[in-house]
């Protein structure tokens, strides 16, 4: 890893990290004070919503962004127009889609198929999920100069309009929840934060003034690992989100909105590994594919080694700490939440996959990825279910938590094959879980004394 790119690193990882420690700081305040003015049934209504939108959104990832980032060509104005072009086409195919999938819910909750107080029975869900689904639209309209800032890791614009745009969101939501209490607000969030970045991704960011244009060569191009990206996609959103679908049927409104709280803090620091993958490790790996490939295994270990020493003490520390944390910045409501949180966080480890999965992408390997995501799939499909039966919800949730392990052997040994394994470096994380627990026992130990 040359100098240049070591630099351009530190400076983007810089403004990554402050861009998600500040738009976290606003999601959790939001978080906070949405949760005194909604009713936990909407939080469950929303997460069910917002999982619909997102499953649909990725299965149909026809790999623009990768290629953006990846190839030699992603500078020429035609390439850029196509990309553009075949990105608002997507986003209308969501709107279709999602609009269908809520009339089907519409038929559905009419019927006895769900049991009385299933978040599926709400007259309320079908319009929620149809109108997330069209959110996509606005945000099908951004510059594909956004990713070309990531794939040069000049970050602090994008930054800038991303923070920007939350604020919008999620003072738009806070404003309409007050007035209304309406469930309603969650999803006008979406709409306003899309619009925002989209608009100001055209006029702020460097780079060519982009149309809709058409060269079919770019499109072959853009489209050439759409089957392995949509499958990969399609398998990671169904293992990700089956948790709200299945529980959604399985356990009543109020719990499943404790869940979705408990989740939402799990994703604070699953979203901050994503967001370094696919901002910085993923554009830093296909940069070095590309000029000094040989470096590859180098690049990583020097990316790995210090999320998984990370992941591991966050993972350790929430174990403990997840229960006062909860019981100190939500009412009596949301108690249930902390066990949940506490169980979840031993499921951080298994976020590290993500930064190992960038060096693959880099490779071009998209077949791997999709080898993975099929495992975690199988994992947890057959998974939950089963611990659910035999346990009920806090089988469900270890279930949950664990269903990544057995595809962490499975990246290793292709990471092998590949010739950018690591050793005894892929181990760090579990003496980094160990120490994160000895310090989570001492300070919930600590905390009766210091209260």
């Excluded at 993958?277 to 590309?290: V, Y």
């Excluded at 611990?387 to 052997?409: E, V």
Aim: charged fraction near 15%; proline fraction near 5%.
């Amino acid at each position: 890893m040359n100098s240049s790119l070591a630099s351009r690193l530190k400076r983007s990882g810089l403004w990554v990290l402050l861009g998600l420690g500040l738009s976290q700081a606003l999601r959790f305040s939001s978080n906070l004070i949405l949760t005194r003015l909604l009713m936990p049934e909407h939080f469950g209504l929303m997460a069910v919503a917002t999982v619909a939108m997102v499953v649909i959104g990725l299965i149909l990832d026809v790999g623009i962004r990768q290629a953006l980032i990846r190839s030699p060509r992603a500078e020429d104005p035609a390439f850029l127009s196509t990309a553009f072009t075949l990105q608002i086409l997507r986003a209308l195919v969501i709107g279709v889609i999602g609009s269908s999938v809520a009339l089907g819910l519409l038929a559905l909750g009419r019927t006895d198929l769900f049991p009385p107080g299933s978040v599926y029975r709400s007259e309320l869900l079908p319009g929620m999920v149809a109108l997330m689904a069209w959110s996509m639209l606005p945000a099908g309209c951004n510059s594909p100069n956004l990713e070309m800032a990531d794939r040069r890791l000049q970050i602090r614009q994008s930054t800038l309009i991303e923070l920007t745009a939350q604020f919008s969101g999620l003072l738009s939501t806070a404003l309409i929840a007050w007035s209304t209490r309406s469930p309603w607000s969650l999803v006008a969030g979406p709409w306003i934060s899309a619009s925002v970045t989209a608009i100001l991704s055209h006029l702020i960011l460097p780079g060519p003034k982009v149309r809709f244009g058409w060269d079919p060569v770019a499109a072959r191009e853009i489209l050439g690992n759409t089957r392995w990206i949509l499958a990969a996609t399609a398998l990671s959103m169904l293992a990700m989100n089956f948790d709200r679908l299945f529980l959604g049927g399985a356990i009543d409104a109020t719990l499943l909105g404790c869940y979705a709280i408990a989740l939402s803090l799990y994703n604070v620091v699953e979203m901050i590994i994503q967001r370094l993958t696919g901002r910085i490790s993923f554009p830093a790996f296909s940069e070095i594919q590309r000029e000094r490939p040989q470096d590859l295994r180098r690049g990583l270990d020097r990316i790995q080694l210090p999320v998984d020493i990370g992941l591991g003490l966050i993972a350790g520390v929430f174990f403990h700490a997840a229960v006062p944390l909860v019981d100190l910045f939500y009412d009596d409501r949301y108690a249930a939440a902390g066990p949940m949180f506490s169980t979840l966080a031993i499921g951080l480890i298994g976020v590290r996959l993500n930064v190992t999965s960038g060096a693959f992408m880099a490779r071009g390997r998209f077949d791997l990825l999709t080898h993975v995501q099929a495992l975690n799939c199988v994992t947890l499909l057959l998974g939950l279910p089963q611990a659910f039966s035999w346990g009920g919800l806090p089988a469900a949730l270890w279930a949950l938590a664990l269903h990544r392990l057995p595809s962490t052997f499975l990246v290793m040994a292709y990471a092998r094959g590949l010739g950018i394994g690591r050793g005894l470096r892929e181990w760090a994380v579990v003496p980094a879980l160990a120490a994160g627990y000895l310090i989570g026992l001492v300070c919930c130990a600590l905390v009766p004394v210091i209260g």
